[in-house]
């Protein structure tokens, strides 16, 4: 077994182009990360924990902060608070991507940022006829361990693949990861139906050039002449980078939200489940109606929220609230039984918590990319947890 100080790694660190590329959830920006890695022969394993790290960090905007000096001084800083702490690397078990990094190094990147409590590592950061979905549809179909796309509530295409990309053109064919599945229908207008299962995510670009990234247990329809009757049902959650056409307001209806918008980046979240509805707006406008209310209209980094019909609208942080479409999950200060629901619904498993360890709040991000096992011994090396698995449930308790 290898094993590296943070001086070996320190170099890939404070890589700007790196850690923009790390950072944002490995954006397509013009980095290549293979290329990086010819470039620094024999440095694989170190580029690999590098970005671990890089993504266990919170970022906040500030933007007088982005000096090579002054990532040192924080570095350095971050150095003398962990001491002389020695970090293990063994050769990541993947298969063909480099975003799995076993869970020792994940543990590592994950442990830094938690025992670090409040501090920020600082950087820039951008991230640039209708059919009634009703509860008990999506959690019969949520059931199964496939996406389903169903057109016109008959015709169903399963798909196995997490993370898939499914495309559906103006003619209403459905063509997934560049293969098609489903030719056209022809002139007849459909309504379609994506639903995608706990466990699973998926991303769809509709026929107006939309795209939407779909998390487990969420369900969408529309009809198939999208490009002009820019409407869109959802149950669950669902993060979208609508494109504008001033001629075409795009529609998004939840069980309590109305959401319109021309072009701009928002995410909407409505479990049938949870207490709390809301929306969070990345970039552009949006005008948003809760039941009967009024109209309000959310700015960027704005979040509106909706709970035991009090409707609240906060300035937020949105990365902490977009960041599940690229298999990241961050917490500050969030109660540790809120983020073991999340993962419960994540990885479709079910994990109980008995004692004390409730009301544990923790900081920090995890990435999703590893095993539901190797995401909870990720938290374990700063919450004390025991870990036992009886069938298909986790129990979780205080370790003695």
């Known amino acids: ?205 509709l026929p107006d050039g939309s795209s939407l990234w779909i998390n487990s247990g969420s369900c969408i329809s529309y009809s198939s002449d999208f490009a002009t009757n820019r409407r869109l049902n959802v149950q669950g959650e669902v993060f979208l980078d609508v494109k504008k056409d001033e001629k075409h307001p795009f529609i998004v209806k939840t069980t309590h939200l109305e959401v319109s918008v021309l072009g701009t980046a928002f995410n909407v979240n409505d479990y049938a489940k949870n207490v709390e509805t809301s929306v969070v707006l990345v970039r552009g406008s949006v005008d948003v109606k809760v039941d009967n209310k009024a109209k309000q209209r959310l700015l960027p980094n704005q979040r509106l929220s909706m709970a035991s019909g009090a409707v609240k609208i906060n300035e937020v942080d949105v990365y902490g609230y977009i960041c599940w479409k690229d298999d990241i999950m961050n917490f500050d200060g969030q109660k540790l039984t809120t983020i073991l629901n999340t993962l419960s619904q994540y990885y479709n498993t079910k994990i109980e918590i008995i004692g004390s360890l409730k009301d544990e709040k923790c900081y920090g991000s995890l990435d999703l990319n590893c095993t539901l096992e190797e995401v909870l011994e990720s938290i374990s090396l700063t919450t004390p947890l025991r870990i036992v698995r009886k069938g298909e449930i986790i129990i979780l308790s205080p370790e003695k």
Request: with cysteine.
């Open 1 to 205: 077994m290898v094993q590296y100080t943070f001086k070996d790694i320190e170099v890939f660190l404070l890589d700007d182009d790196l850690f923009q590329w790390a950072k944002s959830g490995f954006a397509d920006n013009g980095f290549d990360i293979e290329s990086y890695k010819l470039q620094h022969p024999g440095c694989e394993e170190r580029i690999e924990l590098a970005i671990a790290v890089i993504r266990s960090m919170k970022v906040v905007e500030d933007t007088e902060s982005t000096s090579q000096a002054y990532k040192m001084q924080s570095f350095n800083r971050m150095m003398n608070k962990l001491h002389s702490q020695d970090i293990k690397s063994v050769q990541p078990h993947r298969t063909h991507s480099y975003r799995k990094v076993i869970v020792y190094v994940a543990s590592i990147a994950a442990f830094l940022l938690l025992c670090l409590g409040s501090y920020y590592w600082i950087s820039t950061f951008k991230v640039q006829e209708e059919v009634e979905l009703t509860a008990d549809m999506i959690d019969s179909l949520s059931r199964s361990d496939q996406v389903q796309v169903l057109l016109d509530g008959k015709q169903a295409v399963g798909l196995d693949k997490n993370n898939a990309e499914i495309r559906v053109d103006e003619n209403g064919a459905v063509i997934v990861d560049d293969k098609l599945v489903v030719a056209s229908k022809g002139e007849k207008i459909l309504m379609n139906q994506v639903v995608v299962p706990y466990g699973k995510r998926t991303k769809i670009i």
